[in-house]
């Protein structure tokens, strides 16, 4: 069971996506902008085992929240799932590397549950861990 993230300005996007990953057993939470998403994260001790950024937001977009985070100890090794309409060959996309994995807009159910669980899972085996899935 994992503690996920979601920082999307759109709100029935991050409720939907809440739903979706509470029906896979996961913690899920949802915020509405990058600032309180980087408030959350400098608040709470432990910090979650997944972030889903929407890449387009309005004040902080997913790119600057990458570029901050990138720079923290802290929160570097977070992995992050880009939320976007985009592309990857857009011009000004984050830096390859700064996110594992992208979620397309519209999305598919079934591929954010994959997408979501693969990484996890991924995760545990990378650092040993059993208990995030």
């Known amino acids: 069971m ?3 993230l979601i920082v999307d300005d759109e709100p029935v996007i991050g409720m939907v996506l809440e739903e979706i ?3 896979e057993g996961h913690h899920v939470h949802s915020v509405l902008s990058g600032f309180s998403a980087l408030e959350i994260l400098g608040q709470e001790p432990k910090k979650p085992d997944l972030l889903l950024i929407d890449l387009f937001m309005p004040g902080m977009g ?3 929240f ?3 985070i990138t ?7 977070i992995p992050v799932i880009l939320l976007t309409g ?3 060959d857009m011009q000004n996309f984050p830096v ?3 996110y594992r994995d992208i979620i397309g807009k519209p999305f ?6 994959k997408k979501v669980n693969y990484l996890l899972i991924s995760q545990d085996h990378l650092y040993g861990n059993s208990s995030s899935v």
């Open 2 to 4: 994992a503690q996920i």
């Open 21 to 23: 990953l509470a029906e």
């Open 62 to 64: 997913g790119k600057d």
């Open 66 to 68: 990458l570029q901050i």
């Open 71 to 77: 720079h923290d100890p802290q929160l570097r090794d």
């Open 86 to 88: 985009s592309g990857a």
């Open 96 to 98: 390859a590397g700064s």
């Open 108 to 113: 598919d159910i079934a591929d954010v549950v």
